[in-house]
């Protein structure tokens, strides 16, 4: 074999750097290091004191715990994917043989090392969201074959663990109890904003046999559940920072609720077609509300 073939042949045997970051997704980095900012906010410690570990946690919430789960779910979603999309990197080959599987594991151990040196408190989040991760793509477990289990997995580990990671990473230990009540209603939340996601593949599911909301409830009852599922706990954060003292922070965000119930009402007369729409218009008001309340929280002091 000449030499040239025998170097074609070693880099066809493993992944370009290009295949590897598209197989981790950095587009969905952001969420979670958008709720990891605001545990940050939250946490009320100012940024220069912590900014090594700051760096950390962004580094763990999005390059690290949530590539993994993107290479976990492509992993064991590889013989589904062959079929509907061929062209991303296991089934087309430019993530060659296990090594999917490989990279999956490698960023599992690196996460928690790197969640050992951020503290206790970051190490059980991380492992929580790990375990969450992996649960959701792997066999037997496939929590993303069910709606009701898939989705709270990924709004835990989208929104909730990742709020509570930048508490914990700020304070060094256990964040205020407000922080954590907080982090549990968007995560909460965030379930319904999973189900809209759902919509865009509703024959596929069933073809697929995964019980998703859409599936299980129909379309309409699963777009009005999804509603209340998001309304509800931004409710209940209004009413606690108006307990807690923040009238206007409980205004901004009960402000940014309002205008979500005009986009709601719009969204529950086409839930199929303007799904999409309102993942693009009312989720970020969702998002914006977390940010409010963080702040919130910051001016309490906590």
Known sequence: MSRSASIAQTSASRPAPS??????????????MWALGCGVVSSGVPLSERWPTLIGGIILAGPLITATSQACNDWYDRHVDA???????????????RWGLYIALLWTGLSLL???????????????????AWAYSMPPFRLKKNGWWGNTAVAAC????????GAA????????????VLAVLYSAGAHGIMTLNDFKAVEGDIEMGVRSLPVQLGVDRAAR??????????IVVVALLLLWGTPIHAAIVAVLLLVQFFLMARLLKAPRERAAWYNATGTTLYVFGMLAAAFALRALGT
Do not use: H
């Not at 989208?158 to 990671?165: A, K, M, Q, S």
């Not at 559940?225 to 931004?234: E, I, K, L, N, R």
């Open 19 to 32: 295949a590897v970051l598209e197989l981790l997704k950095p587009i969905t980095w952001f969420a979670p």
């Open 158 to 165: 989208y929104e909730g663990l990742p709020w509570f990671t």
């Open 83 to 97: 079929i509907n999309e061929p062209d991303r990197p296991i089934p087309s080959g430019r993530v060659p043989g």
């Open 169 to 180: 990473v700020m304070v060094g230990g256990l964040p205020d109890w407000r922080t954590v």
């Open 114 to 132: 790197l969640a050992a040196l951020l503290g206790p408190w970051v190490f059980g989040a991380a492992l929580l969201g790990l375990v969450l």
């Open 225 to 234: 559940f999804a509603c209340w599922v998001m309304a509800v706990p931004q």
